[in-house]
């Protein structure tokens, strides 16, 4: 039995859980994320493998220094985004595969009664239903933590930071578990996977905030079309005070790389907004429905501020 992986999917789990356990996060304040996969068994019988086609983040544990006891559990909310994800898999002939968390900065496997349990429950719903655990710190340190102090932390080499379990036995909570293969798709090599990855984290650490995501990237890209106005005014101004000095033998010059800044701008901004969308499928599903229709319609402001750019830069040089 073989898991199969998408990279659109592994990406999914590492933004989702690293934006609540990365650098500029205190390290006790990490916490864990909680989400499902779509996907189906494919194979005969006894020989089958698990593909899966989609990672859902549905949620992360609310801190409580108070709480010691199970951490997880999931809102009303989240019961039905649950049932909305089941209902999506419908629509494609799939189905919950198995559930996903993450380990913050401790060792992967499945632990306590909470994680057998949740991993009991999907296997009673389909036997082969599989369990992941993540830790960031696990894919950037390239290091397995120890279970207890002590213990010694032993060396990886291009490992994706994670690993699949299932229990031995789907009929006992206290069930030992195993390990089980996986494949992880879209990438060259596993070390092409890593170094990107690593990358990765550090965009989702600069650019996917655990808290306020929409007022966040409202504030970026109203930054950025101030700036990008500002650029223009500039631009005519000088080319006034040109005008006004009698250089006007320098305006061709200027509007010239003017223009090549505003459009390098442009280009430099468009990047970034391709990463914040690229983020909005990362989000908690519960998430989705208000921060996504607010980003997309402050995109629409930016696309409607450079779309006229041409047209302006050509009113710009006929005026002088
Ligand atoms: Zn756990």
Known sequence: M???????????????????????????????????????????????????SAAFPIMHEKFDPEQVVDRYEFSEEEYVNLALIEEKGFETDEFVVGWWHSHPGFKVMLSGLGDRKTTLYWQSINPLAIALVFNP????????????KGDPIIQLKSDPGFKIFRLDDSNDSKSNFHEVEYRIEGYESIEQLITSTQKFIIDVTNFFPAENVPKTYEKLINDQITKFN????????????????????????????????????????????????EFLDYLEYKERAIVIPHIEEILTKWDAAVSGLDKKLKELSKKF
């Open 137 to 148: 710190d696990r894919l950037t340190r390239q290091v397995e933590l120890p279970f207890k």
């Open 2 to 52: 073989v898991i199969i992986i998408p990279k659109k999917a592994y990406l999914t789990i590492v933004a989702a859980c690293v934006r609540f356990a990365n650098a500029k996060i205190q390290r006790e304040d990490w916490v864990e994320v909680h989400g499902v996969f779509l996907g189906k068994n494919v194979g005969k019988k006894n020989k089958q493998d698990v593909v899966i």
């Open 230 to 277: 500002s650029l223009l005014l500039g631009t005519e101004e000088y080319l006034t005070t040109l005008q006004n000095q009698g250089q006007t033998e320098r305006i061709p010059e200027v509007l010239d790389n003017q223009s090549k800044d505003i459009r390098k701008f442009v280009a430099v901004t468009s990047n970034k907004i391709g990463t914040i969308k």
